[in-house]
Structures are given as structure tokens and as C-alpha cells.
């Protein structure tokens, strides 16, 4: 059975800090990680990873993939109180009829203090 | 639309009733997934259909649950006989084209159902 787990499951910091968030995956047929921003209902797409090793980055947000510990983290600076959210992490399945399914971690509840 | 749309935003039904919840996907993606979300939790697959079909039923808990997709674009969720364990966010998510595994999934803003 496939499986994502995130740590920690919250963290609580003031503004200006930095945040690292972990995820690590077991999923059949792996094609990429995903990463979401959940503030209310609607998860929103932060990041698409593929490839081992390439980090990518928007802002103060950044992802980098390790395809061989099966494992993904994803960094934000300087963090600001519109950070707070909850950060889910996602492995996508890419063989057979489960084509783009996506196995999601429980989430990293952030909180950012002013 | 601009986005994934969802309908009702809420729904609180009794024990024993059927429910029926809308997805509106982005015009012009054939992808298209149902999760359901507990407190705490992180989203759970349910049903993936690619145009019409669905491709893939493994996440459906039970043969009270049943998806459609007609006309390959507006699906409906449909719940027989809810149970208060059946409560959580329903989630709905499109993508352009599952063929391309590459492309991201867009989320609706959910429906809550309440089971009382």
C-alpha cells in the first residue's frame, strides 16, 4: 500500500524565521512529489517534482527531491504570518489504471507568529 | 471557469439520507479525481475517471458510494444510506490530460458534509 508520512505534524515559529518541512514516500510506480498549501478548503500547487537532486524554487519557498532516500523537503524563508497553512505532500502514481493518483501525507500544520 | 467549482459548499443531511455533491472542472481537462478529507488528515483518494470512464474506483470504501461523469466534464458524487462516518470534505481535483502524468492536479474548494 503506498504511503506518504510528513514531519513534524506542527510547528510553531515567529515571523523571520526559517522552516524546513520533511516528507518521505513509498508509492508503486513513483513518477513525482507534489507539494500543496492548504489554508481553508482547497489544497493550491506549490511545486511538481521529478528529478532527483534539482531543487526548485518560488519566492521564498524552495523543493528538492532525493529519488534514492525517497525523500523531500520542502524549505521556506523569512517566513510571514500568511504562511501559516497546512503543507501537504503528495506522491503521484504513474502506472496502470491508477494513472496520477495522488497518495497524500496527513500535513504539517504551520504557524507563524508575528 | 477560472477554477474547479464545488457544490453545495456545505451539506448537513440526517443518518440514512442520500446525498448527491457536484464537481465542476476546469474547461477542457479530462482528468478528473474525487478525495475525501478527515480532520487532520491529508486527502484520500477516491475515484479517478479519465473522460467518462472511471479508470480507477480502488478508494471507494463501499458500494454506498458511487461517482459519475456523463458527458465527460460535471461529475457527481453520490451517497446512499450516509453514516456519520461518512462526514468529512469532499475534494475535488481536475487535471488536463492523466495521459501526461506530469501535469498537476487543481483543487475545488470542497464540499463539508455533516452527517447527523
Known amino acids: 500500500e503506498d504511503k506518504v508520512v510528513q514531519s513534524p505534524l506542527s510547528l510553531v515559529v515567529h515571523e523571520g524565521d526559517t522552516v524546513t518541512l520533511n516528507c518521505s514516500y513509498e508509492?508503486?510506480?513513483?513518477?513525482?512529489l507534489l507539494w500543496y498549501k492548504q489554508e481553508k478548503k482547497a489544497p493550491t500547487f506549490l511545486f511538481m517534482l521529478?528529478?532527483?537532486?534539482i531543487e526548485k524554487k518560488s519566492g521564498r519557498l524552495s523543493s528538492i527531491l532525493d529519488k534514492k532516500e525517497l525523500f523531500s523537503i520542502l524549505n521556506i524563508t523569512a517566513t510571514q504570518t500568511g504562511d501559516s497553512a497546512v503543507y501537504l505532500c503528495?506522491?503521484?502514481?504513474?502506472?496502470?489504471?491508477?494513472?496520477?493518483?495522488?497518495?497524500f501525507g496527513q500535513g504539517t500544520i504551520l504557524t507563524v507568529h508575528p | 471557469g477560472a477554477g474547479v467549482s464545488q457544490t453545495p459548499s456545505n451539506k448537513v443531511t440526517e443518518k440514512g439520507k442520500y446525498v448527491e455533491l457536484r464537481c465542476d472542472p476546469i474547461s477542457g481537462h479530462t482528468a478528473l479525481y474525487w478525495y475525501r478529507q478527515s480532520l487532520g488528515q491529508g486527502p484520500e483518494f477516491l475515484i479517478y475517471f479519465q473522460g467518462t470512464g472511471a479508470a480507477d474506483d480502488s478508494g471507494l470504501p463501499n458500494d454506498r458510494f458511487f461517482a459519475v461523469r456523463p458527458e465527460g466534464s460535471v461529475s457527481t458524487l453520490k451517497i446512499q444510506r450516509t453514516e456519520r462516518g461518512d462526514s468529512a470534505v469532499y475534494l475535488c481535483?481536475?487535471?488536463?490530460?492523466?495521459?501526461?502524468?506530469?501535469?498537476?492536479?487543481?483543487f475545488g474548494p470542497g464540499t463539508r458534509l455533516t452527517v447527523l
Open positions: 503528495a506522491g503521484k502514481n504513474a502506472g496502470g489504471t491508477s494513472y496520477g493518483k495522488l497518495t
Open positions: 521529478t528529478s532527483s537532486g
Open positions: 481535483a481536475s487535471s488536463r490530460n492523466s495521459g501526461s502524468s506530469y501535469n498537476e492536479q487543481f
Open positions: 508509492v508503486t510506480n513513483f513518477r513525482s
